[in-house]
T-cell receptor, first 116, second 115 residues
């Protein structure tokens, strides 16, 4: 149980385009979803916390107008990287949780984003 | 600020040996801790967790130890196998409120298992 599907797994696109990444909890209701960015050989950097039906809470330094997050249902959250530039190239990972403080996060397999 | 950190960034062990990965945390209010395993190119996978009212929890080949006195967490892997090669992250969960379920992650330890 507790499967999270993230799509696409890899995307390559030109500078200036927008890219949407989907995160779905397949067998449980995810009250809260998190979006992370991970640099090579580094830990997970939290970008934003997304609660179903409300606006995402962004971490300091993360541009909310650049990284648009939508969590319209208990099983789906999306991250849209708008007007992507080469410096946005990275590994993006989502996770989902029931929202309880004594439960682990369940992670997707990440999206490798490459902006040319 | 509060942080979760790992003592060693890399660990190399021989296949069949036991592995111990350590983690220090600083938020004494945290009451739930998790170990994750991340293989190359994938997202982290849950391995084992422990609540603050326990000091030891065992799973299949893995054991987590919690020492609240010195704020130390460790992951022990018995009879380490090549498939255990990965990056291991410890994490502590925020206690509640609007940040319920939010975790602070350590820097990660890369475990390499030599055949």
């Amino acid at each position: 149980g507790a499967v999270v599907s993230q799509h696409p797994s890899r995307v390559i696109c030109k500078s200036g385009t927008s890219v949407k990444i989907e995160c779905r909890s397949l067998d449980f209701q995810a009250t809260t979803m998190f979006w992370y960015r991970q640099f090579p050989k580094k830990s997970l950097m939290l970008m934003a916390t997304s609660n179903e039906g409300s606006k995402a809470t962004y971490e300091q330094g993360v541009e909310k107008d650049k990284f648009l997050i939508n969590h319209a249902s208990l099983t789906l959250s999306t991250l849209t990287v708008t007007s992507a530039h080469p410096e946005d190239s990275s590994f993006y990972i989502c996770s989902a949780t029931t929202g309880a403080s004594n439960q682990p996060q369940h992670f997707g397999d990440g999206t490798r984003l490459s902006i040319l | 600020g509060e942080s979760v950190g790992l003592h060693l960034p890399t660990l190399s062990v021989q296949e069949g040996d036991n592995s111990i990965i350590n983690c220090a945390y600083s938020n004494s209010a945290s009451d739930y801790f998790i170990w994750y395993k991340q293989e190359s190119g994938k997202g982290p996978q849950f391995i084992i967790d422990i609540r603050s009212n326990m000091d030891k929890r065992q799973g299949q080949r893995v054991t987590v130890l919690l020492n609240k006195t010195v704020k130390h967490l460790s992951l022990q892997i018995a009879a380490t196998q090549p498939g255990d090669s990965a990056v291991y992250f410890c994490a502590e969960n925020w206690a509640g409120g609007t940040n319920a379920g939010k975790s602070t992650f350590g820097d990660g330890t890369t475990l390499t298992v030599k055949p």
